[in-house]
C-alpha cells in the first residue's frame, strides 16, 4: 500500500486540508487537531457529534502556524466573539496543553434515545484517544464512502490496513506503532459540504459489517516526514 492523500484537521471537528507532505512528530502530524473550540458555559471541548454546524467551517494552518477559521460565508477568523456568533453559544478557540480535555458523546448511535456523557481525550494534541495519534485508512476499506466522514489522516491505495494493529510500519521516514482499530460513532453520519448528505446507513453498515470500527490508529514511534507516494513497510 502506498499513501494516496494526506490530511491534517487543524481545529477538531471542522473541515481540514489536504497536503502533499508534512511532518509528523510525536503528537501526530504537525497542525493536526492542535486546536478545538471549547463552551465556555459547560467546558466541554465542543465536537460535531454535539454541535453540527462545526463541519461546516474549515480550520487551515497559516504560515506563521497559528490558526483561523473559514466560516461558510467564505469569512476567516480567530476571534471568539466571531466564532460565538456563527455557534449561538460562547465559545473559546483554545490550543492543546498536556491536561486532558471532556467532550460529550450520546449513549446511542443515532441519537434517539439515552443520553449524553463525558469522557476524556488525549492530552497534547485534540484527539479523542491517546492511543492514536495517526490514524490511517485504505481506499479498499472506504469503497463507496466519501473519506471525509472518516478523518483519517492517511489514505493508503489498496487495501489491508485491519491487518497491522500490532505491528510496526514505516511511512517515508516516520515509524509508526499500530495499536488499535478506530471505533466508529454518530459523527460519521453527519453531513457535510460539497454533497456529503446525512446518512445514518453509514453507521448501521459498519457494526454490521466491521462490528464498530473502521480505520486504524497509531502512535508515532520515530518522528519524520510522510508524503503522498510513500509505500508502507511492515517491518
Known amino acids: 500500500m502506498r499513501i494516496a ?5 487543524p481545529v477538531k471537528s471542522l473541515q481540514g486540508e489536504q497536503v502533499g507532505a ?28 454535539r454541535a453540527p454546524d462545526l463541519l461546516f467551517g474549515a480550520g487551515r494552518l497559516r504560515p506563521d502556524g497559528q490558526v483561523e477559521v473559514v466560516l461558510p460565508d ?19 478557540l483554545r490550543r492543546a496543553a498536556d491536561e486532558a480535555p471532556r467532550y460529550e458523546i450520546h449513549e446511542d448511535d443515532e441519537e434517539v434515545a439515552g443520553s449524553w456523557r463525558s469522557f476524556r481525550g488525549a492530552g497534547g494534541a485534540f484527539h479523542d484517544s491517546g492511543r492514536a495519534r495517526v ?16 478523518r483519517a489522516n492517511v489514505v ?7 491487518a497491522l494493529v500490532g505491528s510496526r510500519v514505516q511511512l517515508g521516514g516516520v515509524l509508526l506503532d499500530v495499536g488499535m482499530q478506530v471505533s ?44 503522498v507516494g510513500d509505500e508502507l513497510l511492515e517491518l
Open 184 to 227: 466508529r460513532c454518530v459523527m460519521v453520519t453527519r453531513p457535510q459540504p460539497g454533497g456529503v448528505d446525512r446518512d445514518t446507513g453509514v453507521l448501521r453498515t459498519i457494526h454490521r459489517q466491521r462490528e464498530g470500527t473502521l480505520a486504524v490508529g497509531a502512535l508515532v514511534a520515530r518522528p519524520g516526514t510522510i508524503a
Open 156 to 162: 493508503l491505495a489498496g487495501a489491508g490496513e485491519d
Open 74 to 92: 467564505g469569512s476567516v477568523t480567530a476571534d471568539d466573539a466571531v466564532l460565538s456568533a456563527w455557534l449561538g453559544r460562547q465559545v473559546e
Open 22 to 49: 508534512v511532518e509528523v512528530e510525536a503528537q501526530g502530524l504537525v497542525g493536526d487537531r492542535r486546536w478545538a473550540l471549547f463552551d465556555v458555559a459547560t467546558g466541554f471541548g465542543l465536537t460535531a457529534r
Open 5 to 9: 492523500e494526506l490530511w491534517r484537521y
Open 135 to 150: 490514524t490511517l485508512v485504505s481506499t479498499g476499506t472506504l469503497g463507496d464512502w466519501d473519506r471525509r466522514r472518516f
